[in-house]
């Protein structure tokens, strides 16, 4: 099953569920939201516009045409399309002198010993990475405390005008916001219940043939990991 958010004869909007990946990277018989789609559009040509890591929920794009997707291509690549999400992270707010809209223009690389991993890589320093550095930025909107299952947590409200791999759980975990559910960058956590990753993405706007669209996914009612 798939739980379509919005379709027109140009796109299709699907909510990912957490844990689902968005698309197969190995194993051709691997469930995932790509081929779930396509098994609904037989022989028609939709094609996957991005993708969101599988622990993370919510809006997913696909293309309905080939001439649509590279129309879309040209607004991911162009940062004219916007992507917002809510994260929640294990940490308290930190003291941001600045205040917020919060600015994180740092860009990110491989680590150069896991493949899993991104690193940041801050002005003047140095660090051994893989490949090249990839500008990354991203906005931090507003933070307020909240409880999931007893721990005291931070919801954030996130915009991002690249896609980097890993890009929102990296920067927001420089930034003392590490999120929750996260294996790789959020450390170990002593959680009172099991609990999924903490990200959602919870809207994408763009325009696109004189139109303009704006796509939501509603918030997950909970981030406890089912069984």
Do not use: C
Not at 9 to 31: M, V
């Amino acid at each position: 099953m798939i739980e379509l958010l919005f379709e027109d004869d140009f796109i299709l909007a699907l909510n990912k569920p957490s844990g689902l990946p968005s698309q197969n990277q190995q194993d051709p018989d691997q469930d995932t939201a790509e081929r779930r789609v396509k098994s609904l559009f037989v022989g028609a040509p939709v094609q996957l516009l991005h993708r969101l890591d599988t622990g993370t929920s919510g809006v997913l794009l696909f293309a309905k045409s080939d001439e649509i997707f590279m129309e879309m291509r040209r607004r991911f690549t162009e940062r004219t399309l916007q992507k917002s999400y809510i994260a929640w992270s294990q940490a308290g707010a930190p003291s941001i002198p600045s205040g917020l809209p919060l600015k994180i223009d740092l860009p990110l690389a491989h680590h150069p010993q896991s493949k899993r991993r991104m690193i940041v890589l801050p002005e003047g320093k140095f660090r051994r990475f893989r490949g090249k550095p990839l500008p990354a930025l991203t906005w931090i909107d507003s933070i307020r405390p909240v409880s999931l299952a007893g721990l005291n947590a931070s919801r954030i409200e996130v915009r991002i005008e690249t896609g980097v791999m890993h890009q929102i759980r990296v920067h927001l975990a420089h930034a003392g916001l590490p999120l929750i559910g996260d294996p790789i960058y959020g450390g170990a956590g002593d959680y009172p219940v099991s609990f999924r990753l903490g990200l959602h993405a919870s809207r994408v706007e763009f325009d696109l043939r004189g139109a303009r669209y704006r796509i939501s996914a509603p918030e997950p009612s909970t981030l406890e990991q089912i069984p």
